[in-house]
């Protein structure tokens, strides 16, 4: 599990989802999850994280840099995180002024994850071609990192040109905020591996921290010091699993399916989407597929630290609350995971 002298850090993992079947006020949905994020932050896990997408029904949190800020102003401990801000549609200069912003107000708690996206209706949505994705990304990346250490920038490049530009007021975390690199292409891993201090990904991990190991040592990085995100799909920690299981199955079964149709319009191979993103009909083919993971304490340290011993996990999340369930639903599982699973790893 990584380097044996660090703890597995555990962060609870949020997309503000709001599907029209279970539809509630958007203003509630908000209120109700930056309250549970208040309560996490006393109950001892170390991470927040913040997913993005756009353009869709049900209110997929589009803006995760303003829901960063109301966290860094509401907690005291927690670290921020984003997994991931979809860089392709940013300025990058916005971002990284904007990410400076959250780090101030947190104290210096903030962690940057970006990836390239994915989603057909985005990149039209921006009117941006797809084929740019990795190109934009990797450029992006190189002009916030500098920007976040200080540089007075001149960068020339395929899609941004900026001159003489430095960021005022930077960010407190020195040389910069952590970045985190996502994607499954060799191209996102060798982006983390040149540009980034970690990989973060879901699901699944040994196939890409493979590929990571190996670009790493293309960039000439160790790779013992590599700090590596993931976790199970849905990790829910139950006095009653099979009640637990059954409440939520139908919530999963949508955000996958979400996340399946998505790829297959992006045009991603057909063996990928079965092993990342599985495709389940109904609560059977879920049952089979053993993603929807809600069981006992002792369970679920067990699978947690099978899970960790694949790869030189560092950070551990999972999905926290099903897409149309109250987070007062999913309160009871987190106050068991924090109160029984996490101590076991401590």
């Given at each position: ?193 040149r540009l980034a201090d970690g990989y973060i990904g879901i ?144």
């Amino acid at each position: 599990m990584g380097n044996p002298s660090q703890k597995l850090k555990f962060g609870v993992w949020y997309d503000f989802r709001n599907p029209a079947q279970w539809k509630r006020p958007n203003d509630r949905v908000y209120r109700e999850i930056l309250d549970q994020i208040v309560w996490a932050d006393k109950a001892g896990f170390d991470n927040v994280w913040l997913s993005e997408h756009h353009f869709l029904e049900d209110g997929y949190s589009p803006s995760v840099l303003p829901i960063a800020a109301a966290i860094a102003g509401l907690t005291k401990d927690i670290r921020i995180g984003i997994s991931v801000a979809l860089i392709p549609f940013y300025n990058p200069v916005r971002f990284a002024e904007d990410a400076a912003t959250v780090d101030i107000i947190s104290g210096g708690r903030f962690e940057f994850g970006g990836g390239a996206a994915y989603r057909v209706d985005e990149f039209d949505g921006f009117n941006i071609p797809i084929k740019e994705r990795h190109g934009r990304t990797t450029e992006a990346f190189e002009i916030m990192r500098r920007l976040w250490e200080g540089e007075t920038l001149d960068f020339e490049g395929k899609y941004f040109r900026f001159k003489g530009i430095k960021l005022g007021p930077g960010p407190i975390q020195q040389p910069r905020p952590p970045m985190w690199g996502g994607g499954f292409a060799r191209v996102a891993l060798r982006r983390a591996a040149r540009l980034a201090d970690g990989y973060i990904g879901i699901g699944p991990m040994k196939p890409a921290y493979q590929m990571y190991r190996e670009a790493l040592s293309e960039a000439g990085k160790p790779v013992e010091k590599a700090r590596l995100a993931g976790g199970h799909f849905w990790m829910i920690a139950s006095a009653d699993p099979e009640k637990s299981w059954e409440e939520a199955a139908d919530h999963v079964i949508y955000q996958l399916n979400c996340y399946a149709d998505w790829a297959e319009q992006a045009g991603m191979p057909a063996d990928f989407r079965e092993k990342v993103v599985p495709k389940p009909r109904d609560r059977s083919e879920l049952k089979k597929l053993g993603i929807l993971n809600v069981v006992d304490v002792s369970t679920a340290i067990e699978m947690i630290r099978a899970y960790a011993a694949e790869v030189p996990l560092t950070h551990y999340y999972s999905w926290t609350v099903p897409p149309g369930l109250p987070p007062s639903w999913i309160q009871p599982h987190l106050e068991l995971f924090a109160s029984k699973v996490i101590p076991a790893f401590r």
